[in-house]
C-alpha cells in the first residue's frame, strides 16, 4: 500500500539522448508544469511486463522547463524493467505522473556547498547549481563518471560553474578525494550527494573522519545500485506461511505484495523507511541497498528495506512484516488454492 500522491495525466513532449546510456524525457502534465523544490522526484506509471508498477526520477533544473518537468533516464541492463519502459516512449506518449516532490531539499540558507555526483546521480544536482548559482552562494561540483561519454548535462553546467565543475573520468585514472574536498568547504559548510551505493558509504565514512556534523552531508541514492548483482533469492513469512522467490528483475516489496502481503511502502528507493520489515532468520549475504538505516544498523541485520534490499549468494531469508490488522491480503494456502484453480 503506497502513501497517498495527486497524480496528473501528461505526454512526452520530447526525448533526446544526453550522454551513452542517458536519455532526456520532457513531461508536459495537463494544465502546464507546476514549481518544484530542488532535489524533487517525478513518480511515473510504467508497464513492466503488462502489469502497471512505479518508478521514480528526479527532475532536472531547478524550474519547469519550456512548460515540462523535465527527467533523464539510464538503461539498466539488465534492470526491473523501468527504464526499458522509459526508453521506448516517443513524442505524444501519454504517461500518469504525481506532482513531484522531495526527501533531498536543498538548505535555504546554505552559503558554501559541495556537490557531488556520481554517474546518473547528476539529475537532481543540476537544479541545485543553478539554484546555488542564483543566490550567490559558494558552490563546488564533483562529477564522476565511467567515462566522460557517460556524462550527462556537462554542456550546461560547464558555462554555469566554470571552474566550479570538476570532472572525474575512472576511464583515465581521475578519481575523487573525499577527503580532499571536504576539507575546502568552510566549517559550517553542507555537501549534498546523489550517486552509488558505494559512493555514499566511501563520503559517509570521510565525513565521519573530518569530526564535522551529520546534518551536513545529505544524501540519497538510486535503488539498483548494490554491493552484489541482483540474483533470485527465498524469501518467507513465517507468521503467514508464505514462501515464495524474489526473481533477478524483481524487488521484494513487489514479491511480497504478489504474495498477498500488504507492505506499507512510499518513495520506492530505500529513503523514507515505510516498507521496513523484521529479519526473523537469512541464509546468504544481506545486501543493504538502503540510504534509511545507519551503517550500525546495517550490521546488526535485524531489518531492512524491502522495496530496494536483496539477498545475494542465492540465499534465503525470512521476515516479519509490521502488523496492521489487513495483512496479509491473503493467507498463503488461500494464495495457492487461487493459483492452482486459475481464480
Excluded at 512510499?266 to 541497498?289: N, P, Q, S
Amino acid at each position: 500500500m503506497r502513501a497517498e500522491r495527486d497524480w496528473t495525466n501528461a505526454t512526452v513532449k520530447a526525448t533526446r539522448d544526453v550522454a551513452d546510456g542517458i536519455r532526456e524525457i520532457l513531461i508536459a502534465p495537463e494544465g502546464g508544469a507546476t514549481s518544484f523544490p530542488t532535489g524533487s522526484h517525478l513518480a511515473v506509471r510504467v508497464l513492466v511486463d503488462g502489469k502497471s508498477d512505479l518508478r521514480h526520477y528526479s527532475v532536472v533544473g531547478d524550474e519547469p522547463f519550456s512548460g515540462c518537468w523535465r527527467i533523464a533516464v539510464k538503461l539498466e541492463q539488465p534492470g526491473r524493467g523501468g527504464s526499458q519502459y522509459m526508453w521506448t516512449l516517443q513524442p505524444g506518449a501519454r504517461l500518469e505522473v504525481a506532482t513531484p516532490d522531495t526527501h533531498f531539499e536543498l538548505s535555504r540558507d546554505v552559503t558554501d556547498v559541495l556537490l557531488i555526483a556520481g554517474g546518473i546521480g547528476i539529475t537532481p544536482m543540476v537544479g541545485m547549481a543553478q539554484a546555488l548559482m542564483r543566490r550567490g552562494a559558494q558552490v563546488r561540483l564533483c562529477y564522476a563518471a565511467r567515462t566522460r561519454a557517460h556524462m550527462a548535462f556537462v554542456d550546461e553546467l560547464q558555462p554555469l560553474l566554470g571552474d566550479r565543475l570538476a570532472l572525474f573520468d575512472a576511464a583515465e585514472g581521475q578519481m575523487m578525494n573525499l577527503a580532499q574536498e571536504f576539507a575546502k568547504l568552510s566549517p559550517h559548510g553542507e555537501v549534498y550527494i546523489c550517486g552509488p551505493i558505494g559512493l555514499l558509504e566511501a563520503a559517509r565514512k570521510a565525513w565521519a573522519d573530518t569530526g564535522r556534523p551529520r546534518t551536513g552531508l545529505v544524501y540519497e541514492t538510486f535503488g539498483s545500485s548494490g554491493r552484489f548483482a541482483s540474483e533470485p533469492f527465498t524469501v518467507k513469512v513465517p507468521r503467514f506461511g508464505i514462501e515464495t522467490i524474489v526473481p533477478e528483475n524483481s524487488s521484494l516489496l513487489d514479491a511480497l505484495t504478489a504474495a498477498g502481503v500488504d507492505v506499507l511502502y512510499d518513495c520506492k528507493r530505500g529513503e523514507c523507511g515505510l516498507c521496513v520489515v523484521d529479519i526473523v532468520e537469512a541464509k546468504g549475504t544481506i545486501d543493504h541497498r538502503d540510504v534509511f538505516f545507519s551503517d550500525h544498523q546495517h550490521d546488526a541485520n535485524t531489518q531492512l528495506c524491502t522495496c530496494v534490499s536483496r539477498v545475494a549468494g542465492g540465499g534465503s531469508i525470512s521476515v516479519d512484516p509490521p502488523y496492521r490488522g489487513d495483512s496479509p491480503l491473503l493467507s498463503g494456502p488461500e494464495i495457492q488454492k487461487m493459483a492452482a484453480t486459475g481464480a
